[in-house]
């Protein structure tokens, strides 16, 4: 199975910062790796396809890039809204697996 | 609008059995596969099967293959999950959720807002 480190496991921020979210696998994912957000008490939404493709309707302050085993989410300018659980999950092979992920707290 | 509502979940004893059911709408359910997907209490994500648009194929994880079975109406608009000689470790919210990507690329666009299900004497 593939596994999907994801680091760091929480991260505390400022409103505004700029930030990166690391995700690395176990082997080539070539760019079959997507993000999802889990806010508190809600079910996962997507929020990156392919590594690195926006999807509709998701704030353009999110952006994903990466390849390979190597992948990162970025927020540019982070918001309070953004309180949440960052999951990446690989779509190379079966079965698919998701990341421990990253908690992210806002100061 | 895309809505996914599961159902059937609950506190059940091990060893038991339960099905779970997922209506959709807002979107023409017969053209795409489904996920069941689960989170143990604080826990992270667990993929755990998949069923093609038309039945024709179903993957499981290893966690739960041969004891789980996936299975679909599409006249009903509705994704089941007959969950059979349960576990204490099978205690986890449960999500469906729709597909997209082919064999083997599969991602998920939308989720439903879960159902529960406790496994415990």
């Known amino acids: 199975d593939v596994v999907l480190t994801q680091s760091p496991a929480t991260l505390s921020v400022t409103p505004g910062e700029r930030i990166s979210l690391s995700c690395r696998a176990s082997?080539?994912?070539?760019?079959?790796l997507h993000w999802y957000q889990q806010k508190p008490n809600e079910s996962p939404r997507l929020l990156i396809k392919?590594?690195?493709q926006s999807i509709s309707g998701i704030p353009s302050r999110f952006s994903g890039s990466g390849s390979g085993t190597d992948f990162t989410l970025s927020i540019n300018g982070v918001e309070v809204e953004d309180l949440s659980i960052y999951y990446c999950?690989?779509?190379?092979?079966?079965?698919?697996?998701f990341g421990s992920g990253t908690k992210l707290e806002i100061k | 609008e895309v809505q996914l509502v599961e159902s059937g979940g609950g506190l059940v004893k091990p060893g038991s059995s339960l099905k779970l059911s997922c209506v959709a709408s807002?979107?023409?359910?017969?053209?795409?596969?489904m996920h069941w997907i689960r989170q143990a209490p604080k826990k992270g994500l667990e993929w755990i099967a998949l069923?093609?648009?038309?039945?024709?194929?179903?993957y499981y994880a290893d966690s739960v293959k041969g004891r789980f079975t996936i299975s679909r109406d599409n006249s009903k608009n509705t994704l089941y999950l007959e969950m059979n000689s349960l576990r204490s470790e099978d205690t986890a919210m449960y999500y469906c959720?729709?597909?997209?990507?082919?064999?083997?690329?599969?991602?998920?666009?939308?989720w439903g807002p879960g159902t529960m299900v406790t496994v415990s004497s």
């Open positions: 082997e080539s994912v070539d760019t079959y």
């Open positions: 959720a729709k597909s997209r990507g082919g064999y083997p690329h599969w991602y998920f666009d939308f």
């Open positions: 807002g979107f023409t359910f017969s053209s795409y596969g």
């Open positions: 999950q690989q779509g190379n092979s079966l079965p698919l697996t």
């Open positions: 392919y590594a690195s």
């Open positions: 069923i093609y648009y038309d039945s024709s194929n179903k």
